[in-house]
């Protein structure tokens, strides 16, 4: 089972950035798998932000933030990141990573994680 642990979160001001981490446990790849971004703000629905498949590379964004997040990757630390420019109040939720078979499910392998908690202030 793939193990994920998100870092990174944290206070910025609106148009501020963040980087966001998200590593797999000791032991596990992500080989084999399309690993995802998801946000959840208190009384609102889980959604994917950000997808990439680890094989190809091919990465995929939502609408809401298409042009100020970006993906990027480290092999060799199993590393996932997400970069987030020109961030919104809006943007603000508890951020989660998962691993999924394809870009786009919303069923991760495993559990969610506690997830890392971006706020965007005014």
């Known amino acids: 089972e793939v193990q994920l642990v998100e870092s990174g979160g944290g206070l910025v001001q609106a148009g501020g950035s963040l980087t966001l981490s998200c590593a797999a446990s000791?032991?596990?790849?992500?080989?084999?798998?399309?690993i995802a971004w998801f946000r959840q703000a208190p009384g609102k629905e889980r959604d994917g932000v950000a997808c990439?498949?680890?094989?190809?590379?091919?990465?995929f964004y939502s609408d809401a933030v298409k042009g100020r997040f970006s993906l990027s990757t480290d092999n060799a630390n199993t590393t996932l990141y997400l970069r987030m420019n020109s961030l919104k109040p809006e943007d603000t939720a508890t951020y989660y990573c998962?691993?999924?078979?394809?870009?786009?499910?919303?069923?991760?392998?495993?559990?969610w994680g506690q997830g890392t908690q971006v706020t965007v202030a005014s």
């Open positions: 990439i498949s680890w094989l190809t590379g091919r990465q």
């Open positions: 998962a691993a999924v078979v394809v870009c786009g499910s919303q069923y991760p392998f495993g559990s």
């Open positions: 000791p032991g596990f790849t992500f080989d084999g798998y399309s």
